[in-house]
């Protein structure tokens, strides 16, 4: 039977005078100029708990009919680390030398990735993000989940955004296929690795790519 709707007031929105929403529009985009992926990490570990409400955070996001359809399967195991980058160098050195077309390779060149992933290992904390197509119930039967690609990447954005803001760095890595973290983390058939995050400090020495993002003309129109 389907639940009639509840509905409560809106608790917890702040609404700010126009000269506050200037100045946190722009103190955020200040903010998230300062974001830049990493690929060298340093071997600090991270503070569980600030994983932890970077998660809950992820967790408020919106998805199809709330149904919030993603895990978060978080790995600081050096052991399972190091498992994983074996697997996820496997596929990457297929795809480097055969699987990838050339268009590919010339499009990722001003990155300067390769096969070789030690930040898989170096960095403290791995956090894979699984898609649920549908959802298990304990007697086996199946919930079907609404618009997955959309609710995940919009989690995945939260995640990476609140990590960012605890002063974190980020690399979204996504070998492929990924079916291998099912197998290493022990996750179920409806869950499919979408994201691998790995999360922790830039190496002291970190480069990163002279890259520039693209204009407001060039992402935006106005109608
Ligand atoms: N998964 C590979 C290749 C790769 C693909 C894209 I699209 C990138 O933006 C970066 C890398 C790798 O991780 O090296």
Redesign the pocket.
């Given at each position: 039977m389907p639940h009639s709707p509840e509905f409560e007031p809106l608790f917890g929105y702040q609404r700010m005078p126009a000269p506050a929403m200037q100045l946190a529009a722009s103190e955020n985009l200040s903010r998230m100029k300062r974001r830049r992926t990493v690929r060298e990490f340093s071997a600090e570990p991270l503070p569980e708990s600030v994983i932890e409400n970077c998660l809950r955070a992820a967790g408020t996001a919106p998805s199809g009919a709330n149904l919030q359809p993603w895990h978060f399967a978080v790995v600081r195991d050096p052991a399972i680390k190091q498992q994983i980058r074996i697997a996820a160098e496997a596929e990457?050195r297929e795809?480097y030398e055969q699987r990838a077309p050339q268009e590919w390779l010339d499009a990722?060149a001003p990155?300067g990735?390769d096969a070789s992933k030690p930040f898989l290992e170096t960095a403290p904390c791995l956090i894979v993000i699984f898609s649920k197509a549908y959802d298990l119930l304990p007697d086996g039967r199946r919930v079907k989940n609404y618009y997955v690609s959309e609710s995940v990447g919009i989690a995945t954005g939260f995640l990476i955004q609140a990590l960012h803001q605890a002063g974190l760095a980020t690399l979204t890595?996504?070998?492929?296929p990924m079916a291998f973290l099912n197998e290493i983390l022990e996750r179920p058939p409806n869950e499919r690795p979408t994201i691998l995050l790995v999360v922790g400090f830039p190496a002291d020495s970190a480069l990163v790519p002279k890259i520039t993002k693209k204009s407001l003309d060039e992402i935006a129109s106005f109608h």
């Open positions: 990457e795809f990722l990155l990735t890595h996504t070998p492929s």
